[in-house]
């Protein structure tokens, strides 16, 4: 039975390139005009937005769907798409984190593999059914709720807010990757798939829309049907279309922008939030980014996944996952040493500790406990007074919490450490006049995570690699 149209990541990629395509140049703002009357919006959010950056970072949601909505029954079968494609409806097979920073010189792209073991916050179904919270998979959050639960699922899961939606189907895909001129794809041995249609010899190539299709839809032709391997893949291809993008001169040709965007709006549906001075004001900023300072990573797994009912499941890292995606949060490297600026070996979640308000100031220490409650600290009994004239908050310990003291002082800024024999295995916060707040910390991985699960790359790199 031929594959269904899972091309998952690169369905995005008209999107990432149109980060690119609204240029800061000479009339483009007229141009920008005419394409944002003709994009599809959609309401996803409702009456209740709360994702307006302000200036800050950006984080998209990208969406991609398996529908042929606009397909000729000529077409579905150019793509081996199989029988019976018009007749169903769209089912989300892609969800992508695009993370763009505050100075809109990087971007970051974190995909989910549509496996993964998550929750799924409660909703109201098309019929009017109200649904509990449940543990499913994510794409599962699309076939309930739409759009609106997809971006639910991903804020619950990850504690990021999404502030803009984009939608992508097949419609167009291939002839982006005919404007630009093509792309390079590697595939490690032969292949012939009659599913996918792929048909290549080992090593790297440099094909067409219709190949490059094939690439990304195939699975069980490559790395044993691995899902993840199939990731990667696109990743590399998303890659492949910035480089060339960018190596061609397309962004500053309007003769070949134009067939590209003509190609692009046709598969892209955005939320009505997204306006046409977002777009002309990210486009301003990335124009000039570089292909190796955009980040494209699968969010770091689990070794083992197994949750009966569900089928095959992901599950991601009970520890890489959330420092990665609280490093966004902080719009910090992913790869870099900012990244791990306050990273320690001790949890917050393994730490006890007597927190005592030092100044004068009615209720900062009650704060100060609060804000470490929320970040995982636990707080033994309420605040309580030890002077008024501390200026610099203390972190006070026995000798064997050294490492925990350390984390401690990671979580509040300016803090001071203080080694007392005195206090045996304790730990004390003595907030002082200098305290501004607490933050998370990145705690080191153990020894046995593997540094696999975490691996990036970079637009700018080999598609072989």
């Known amino acids: 039975m031929p594959e269904r149209w899972w091309s998952r990541a690169f369905k995005v990629v008209a999107v990432v390139i149109s980060a690119f395509v609204f240029l800061g ?7 920008l005009l005419h394409y944002d009357s003709a994009l599809n919006r959609i ?17 998209y949601l990208l969406v991609g769907t398996d529908s042929a909505e606009g397909l000729t029954k000529r077409q579905i079968n150019e793509f081996n798409l199989g029988a019976g494609r018009l007749a169903s409806g769209a089912r989300s097979d892609t969800m992508i984190l695009v993370h763009v920073s505050k100075k809109r010189d ?102 067409g829309g219709v190949t490059a299709v094939a690439y990304a839809r195939i699975r069980h032709g490559l790395t044993g049907g691995s899902d993840l391997g199939r990731i990667k893949r696109q990743q590399a291809l998303i890659g492949s279309l910035i480089s060339q993008a960018t190596r061609t001169g397309m962004l500053l040709r309007p003769d070949k922008l134009n067939g590209f965007i003509n190609a692009a709006i046709k598969a892209v ?16 900023k990335l124009r000039h980014v570089d292909p190796k300072h955009v980040t494209l ?3 770091p797994l689990a070794p083992t996944s197994h949750h009966p009912g569900l089928g095959s499941t992901v599950t991601w890292d009970p520890v890489l996952a959330p420092q990665l995606f609280d490093t966004i ?58 002077g008024t004239s501390t200026k610099t908050t203390l972190v006070r310990y026995g000798p064997s919490r050294a490492d925990s003291a350390k984390t401690l002082a990671a979580a509040v800024p300016g803090a001071q450490l203080q080694q007392v024999t005195s206090l045996g295995r304790q730990i004390e916060l003595v907030v002082g006049s200098n305290y ?17 699960r975490v691996q990036t790359r970079t637009a700018a790199d080999n598609p072989c690699s």
Request: hydrophobic share 35%; aromatic share 6%.
């Open 106 to 207: 990087k971007a970051v792209l974190v995909s989910f593999p549509r496996d993964s073991y998550v929750t799924i916050p409660a909703y109201t179904d098309a019929q009017g059914h109200r649904h509990s919270s449940q543990h499913n998979k994510l794409n599962a959050s699309f076939s309930f709720g739409g759009a609106s639960l997809a971006i639910r699922t991903i804020e619950t899961n990850t504690g990021l807010t999404i502030n803009h939606y984009v939608q992508i189907n097949v419609l167009g895909l291939a002839n982006m990757v005919n404007a630009v001129g093509g792309v390079d794809v590697c595939v490690p041995t032969s292949v012939n798939d009659r599913d996918s249609g792929l048909r290549l010899a080992a090593g790297r190539h440099h094909v």
């Open 297 to 299: 990573m699968t969010v």
């Open 43 to 59: 309401d996803v959010f409702g009456n209740n937005y709360t994702g307006k950056s302000s200036g800050g970072a950006v984080n």
């Open 269 to 284: 549906k955005v939320d009505k939030q997204l306006s046409r001075n977002d777009l002309f004001t990210l486009a301003q």
């Open 329 to 386: 949060k902080r719009d910090l490297p992913v790869d870099g040493p900012a990244s791990t600026a306050n990273t320690v070996t001790v949890a917050p979640s393994s730490i006890s500790l007597h927190v005592y308000n030092g100044t004068g100031t009615t209720g900062l220490g009650r704060r100060a406990a609060n804000d470490l409650g929320a970040v995982g600290f636990n707080i033994i009994g309420p605040p309580t007074s030890r």
């Open 25 to 31: 140049t000479s009339g483009a703002y007229g141009l």
């Open 436 to 452: 501004k707040g607490a933050v998370r910390v990145t705690v080191k991985p153990k020894p046995s995570a593997s540094p696999s």
